[in-house]
């Protein structure tokens, strides 16, 4: 299939999403939809909103209002869409959180449990395959992200681009409908980020849905189909990369890019 083709299909759709913390209004009323199989770069400066945003879409947080579809799956928040019992409403949120894979800034790997552990647990006691079944997978994942030599270290052992693409494979290992990446090379040192963006990459190149929070501007010029630009909680940029790179009606876009680049 390609990426033309996926595009007629939505996967994820985002409708006035209105996330606050205290007083504190951290998402303004957020739209947006994602077509199955495009990359959508995520970019802002701190405070933003973008991680907020990821994490208010695999449902880590609940907002305040608003309504999130993920792979035909919906879930409201607040009066104006929570129309589902809340037995209901607790399943969608699960599937939700099944279907979009996570991978942190800082990697969350179980410390005491090997590389191959850590892939195979959640498959196991969420998905509900057999140990079998679950060490094939891993290894597979293991060897497309080059850790398969890896698979019996443990967490400690390894350098922190290696702990981020285990992490990847984990949420690769839960078969999810979408990736979303937070800020997945932030944690590390510069020498180790391209071992992680060359994954990114790769996926990109399968054709996988995903939402990737960043700061490495050249790599989201070079993977996205869409770069979205968050500021103080409101898209203030949305489009392919050509268009807002080259043509920015923002001139808060044009300042944040004058302080990146």
Not at 114 to 137: C, F, M, Y
Not at 150 to 166: E, F, N, V
Not at 198 to 208: F, S
């Amino acid at each position: 299939m390609t990426k033309l083709q996926a595009a007629k299909t939505p996967i994820i759709h985002i409708e006035a999403l209105h996330k606050s913390f205290g007083p504190l209004e951290v998402l303004k009323g957020i739209t947006l939809s994602a077509a199955e199989g495009q990359v959508i770069c995520i970019l802002g400066s701190s405070g933003s909103g973008k991680s907020t945003l990821l994490r208010c879409v695999n449902l880590l947080e609940q907002p305040q209002s608003g309504q999130i579809t993920v792979d035909g799956e919906t879930v409201g928040f607040g009066n104006s869409f929570d129309v589902t019992n809340a037995a209901e409403k607790r399943r969608r949120i699960q599937r939700i959180r099944t279907a979009t894979g996570m991978v942190f800034q800082n990697f969350h790997l179980w410390s005491h449990k090997t590389v191959l552990q850590n892939v195979i647990e959640a498959p196991i006691h969420v998905l509900g395959l057999s140990r079998d079944e679950a060490i094939s997978d891993a290894e597979s994942l293991l060897e497309k992200v080059g850790l398969l030599d890896k698979r019996d270290q443990y967490p400690a052992m390894l350098s922190g681009g290696q702990q981020q693409r285990a992490a990847i494979a984990r949420a690769l290992a839960m078969k999810p409908r979408v990736l979303l990446f937070d800020e997945p090379t932030s944690a590390l040192d510069p020498e180790l980020v391209g071992e992680v963006l060359k994954v990114i990459r790769d996926l990109a190149q399968e054709g996988r849905t995903m939402l990737v929070v960043t700061h490495e501007v050249g790599f989201a010029r070079e993977v996205a189909d869409r770069i979205i630009f968050l500021h103080q909680g409101v898209i203030e940029e949305d489009g392919p990369p050509a268009e807002v790179f080259g043509n920015s009606t923002s001139a808060r876009f044009r300042q944040f890019i004058s302080r990146v680049s």
